[in-house]
T-cell receptor, first 114, second 113 residues
Framework: DAMVIQNPRYQVTQFGKPVTLSCSQT?????MYWYQQKSSQAPKLLFH???????NEADTPDNFQSRRPNTSFCFLDIRSPGLGDAAMYLC?????????????FGDGTRLSIL | AQSVTQPDIHITVSEGASLELRCNYS??????LFWYVQSPGQGLQLLLK??????LVQGIKGFEAEFKRSQSSFNLRKPSVHWSDAAEYFC???????????FGAGTTVTVRA
């Protein structure tokens, strides 16, 4: 089945130690999104790629970066994680050329900061 | 700008009883509306979507939703809930010429035996 896969499912890192989360998709979708979701809250969009074009949300901290080396993969880099960055990180994809298509989500990576 | 309100933070329902989750949106044109469900520790799964046409839409897992333009609502219903329906439910709206979603704050559904 075509899908969105996030690795790892659980990630533990130390305060201030860089960490990278990965997302891959077999849907061949143009757009890939990264969301941050804290407990009992809605997902918050951090940024997205439309093909190779990067679009950052205005309130996304500089500590968060992203890379998309090809259509299938997208990475979230947290340069110096703080305790407040502990959250679930969700990757999603969509095809905006078909406006009726919804976003497809991965199962997320739960990030813990020691 | 579009926005979504889910008035109920938490709903408890007995297994076998009916369920209705409320969603109100604010958007100038005809919105694209979605309901997603999130089980603990999982990603979001699409239940159903509305773009146009029949205002009563059927989704997966026995869910349906009704679009009411006059009330700016898109409420989700299920006639008889199962214990496995215990989860977080998110309503989302996306305008037709953009590809970003605005999520509601979510409603947590607890199912009691």
């Amino acid at each position: 089945d075509a899908m969105v896969i996030q690795n790892p499912r659980y990630q533990v890192t130390q305060f201030g130690k860089p960490v990278t989360l990965s997302c891959s998709q077999t849907l061949n979708h143009n757009v890939m999104y990264w969301y941050q979701q804290k407990s009992s809250q809605a997902p918050k969009l951090l940024f997205h790629y439309y093909d190779k074009d990067f679009n950052n949300e205005a309130d996304t901290p500089d500590n968060f970066q992203s890379r998309r080396p090809n259509t299938s993969f997208c990475f979230l880099d947290i340069r110096s994680p703080g305790l407040g960055d502990a959250a679930m990180y969700l990757c999603a994809t969509s095809r905006p050329d078909k406006a009726t298509q919804p976003q497809h989500f991965g199962d997320g990576t739960r990030l813990s900061i020691l | 700008a579009q926005s979504v309100t889910q008035p109920d933070i938490h709903i408890t329902v007995s297994e076998g009883a009916s369920l209705e989750l409320r969603c109100n949106y604010s958007y100038g044109a005809t919105p694209y509306l979605f309901w997603y469900v999130q089980s603990p520790g999982q990603g979001l799964q699409l239940l159903l979507k509305y773009f146009s046409g029949d205002t009563l839409v059927q989704g997966i897992k026995g869910f349906e939703a009704e679009f009411k333009r006059s009330q700016s609502s898109f409420n989700l219903r299920k006639p008889s809930v199962h214990w496995s329906d215990a989860a977080e439910y998110f309503c989302a709206v996306g305008p037709s010429n953009d590809y970003k979603l605005s999520f509601g704050a979510g409603t947590t559904v607890t199912v009691r035996a």
